[in-house]
């Protein structure tokens, strides 16, 4: 089998939280971790190394971003969290900066290199991430609400007792304060949620709240997120490596949006393969509005 390369750009806790949950997966694949600080990247790498033993198909090794050759995905980490008082637009001017300088140090790229973004506010820097490219749309995406779907359907899991991977349900719209959960799309054993025996409305305000509210909570008490993002990002690897096709949200190009934002698509060994348009009642079609408008500010403001 092929070995697949895939490098990872910024070796922070995200960065290598990734890397070391594509090992666990047991990808035959070369992980190749980069970072402006070599001390913090080659660090991470010894102790990576470490884990091999019981991961027999990966390997992984710190190089330069010039030493990068023809990667088939590029995991984009690096650029900095946002501080305490910080507004989402001086976040994006920062990381896009950072963004763009590694794409065109990457250059030139493979023509079927798909890269993924996870850096924030991620709608906005992977549409720059793909214009500074030049890549194909469908070969650039951002993580979006994947991660904030999948705490959605834990909370519902959790007042059901049913398997998460037996419950559909999105968040959608922005990776942001405006994302919402498309309740009218969302069903158990074919039956809309919303008709759910013992599913109340006050239960689906409580699951939408808390899966947007989760990513807070757990800065607050830790500082950062990095497990449920890292392992998320494995598994998008996974689904292009051996082209599963798996039908899950990301942020993605809509030309009729111009913008990149999330809604549930295909995902397979050629990266985004088309999106799939669910019913929106009129109060989702609101929602998504605002974050179409959230984002499209966010974008013209830099």
Known sequence: MKQTKIAIIGAGAVGSTTAYALMLKNIVAEIQLVDINENRCKGEVFDLSDALSFCSTSKIKNVSIKELKNPDIIIITA???QKPGQTRTELLLINKK?????????KPLDKKTIIIVV???VDAITFFAQKASGLPFNQVFGTGTL????RLRGCIQKKLSIAEESIHAYMLGEHG???FAAWSAAYIAGIPL???PTISDDDLHQFSTEARQKAYDIIKYKGSTFFGI?????TLCQAIIFNQKIIIPLSIFVEKFKIYISLPIVLGNKGIEKIIDIPLNKLEKKQLELSIKTIQEMINMT
Do not use: E, K
């Open 79 to 81: 650029g900095i969290a």
């Open 98 to 106: 950072i963004v763009t300088s590694i794409i065109n140090d990457l």
């Open 119 to 121: 850096t924030n506010p």
């Open 147 to 150: 991660l904030d779907s999948l």
């Open 177 to 179: 304060d405006s994302q």
């Open 194 to 196: 919303q008709n759910f």
């Open 230 to 234: 890292a392992t998320c990002v494995a």
